[in-house]
Structures are given as C-alpha cells and as structure tokens.
C-alpha cells in the first residue's frame, strides 16, 4: 500500500484524499466531513485487496450509520459520544462551523477485529497536528480521541458481528460481563 501527498490531495490505492475538510456539528457531535464517493473508491481498492477465498467478503460494507446521530455519511470524528459532556459550552461555541482542517498524513489502513458492533473494521487513520491542537486547547481534551488511545480516522469497512458467529448474541445488544445487555438502539455507551 502506497501514500503520497500532494499540496492538494493525501493519496491511498490511487485514490487522492483530501488535505482539507470543514468541521461540521450536528446533535451535539462535531466532525469533519468527508466525501462519501472518496471512501466508496478507498472501500473499492481495500475490497480488491482482501482473499477471495475469504469467508466474510460477501458480508464486507459501508459502515452503517451511527445509531445515535443521524446518517452523516463519511467522517472523521473531532470528539466521540464519550467526551460529549466534558466539553464546556462556551468551548463547543467558539469553534466555528466549516473551519477548514489540515491533515497532515495517511497513517495506514487497520484493521480492528472483534469490537462490539462488529467482526472486523477497516479504518483510515490520520495526522492532523491542527486538530490535535483544537482538541486540547480549545476544548480542553486530550490530543486524540479516548484519551489519546485512538488515531482521527475515517471507518472504510465493516464485517458485522452477527454475520461470523453460529453461536451469536443478539447482535442489538451489548454485554459487558458485569452488566446486563443493553438494546443498541440506547445511545448510552456502556
């Protein structure tokens, strides 16, 4: 997998990512949009990329919308649901919609297997010093989302759970051993 950059475009697959997006909030969430024709052509090339032979390619696609925001199709996200209501908001006010972000590169491609709402996700992930900067001064969190555990990222692919699993749970709902299952459709992160 190759990455170049141009003053213009970050490229991945032959497919030229934008350096730039505007931040957009919707209910409370802030991100930056994203073509959704780029992650249909980045989802194309990583679906060329993967073992024909494999079990779940036919049930490999576009992530689904987030549950607890409407359909706002391809993004990066600036804050996840769980930093929402750290964020003074004053703080939420002063960062101005369509602001013009800077990535500064392609970290890669990764892959996350096993997570809550799915088998197996592909993820772009993302530098940008200006964002880093945004979330620590202005809103007053850590550089990157989850306390600096997770990269900016753009979500290509998922696998969804109920689709690698005989012996599955209701795939609406999330277990954590020392909780009860939770319906999915509750925007409460457990």
Request: charged residues 35%; negative net charge; proline residues 5%.
């Amino acid at each position: 997998m190759t990455y170049s950059a141009t003053n213009e475009n970050l490229k991945i697959y032959d497919v030229e990512f934008p350096v730039k997006g505007p931040i957009k909030k919707i209910e409370g969430f802030i991100f930056i949009k994203i073509d959704d024709e780029i992650r249909q052509k980045i989802f194309e090339a990583l679906k060329k990329t993967l073992s024909t032979d494999s079990l779940f390619l036919d049930k490999f696609q576009i992530p689904k919308p987030d549950r607890c925001v409407k359909d706002i199709g391809a993004h990066v996200s600036v804050i996840d649901l769980t930093e929402k209501d750290l964020i003074e908001e004053e703080d939420l006010e002063s960062l101005k919609e369509d602001t013009m972000i800077v990535f500064d590169k392609i970290i890669g491609i990764k892959k996350i297997d096993h997570a809550p709402n799915f088998e197996h996700l592909w993820i772009l992930e993302l530098e940008s010093k200006q964002l880093e900067q945004i979330r620590r001064k202005t809103l007053g969190l850590s550089n990157k989302p989850n306390n600096d555990m997770h990269n900016f990222h753009l979500s290509i692919a998922e696998v969804p759970w109920h689709y690698t699993h005989l012996q599955k749970t209701n795939p609406f709902e999330t277990r954590n051993e020392d909780q009860e299952p939770q319906k999915k459709d509750d925007c409460t992160i457990l």
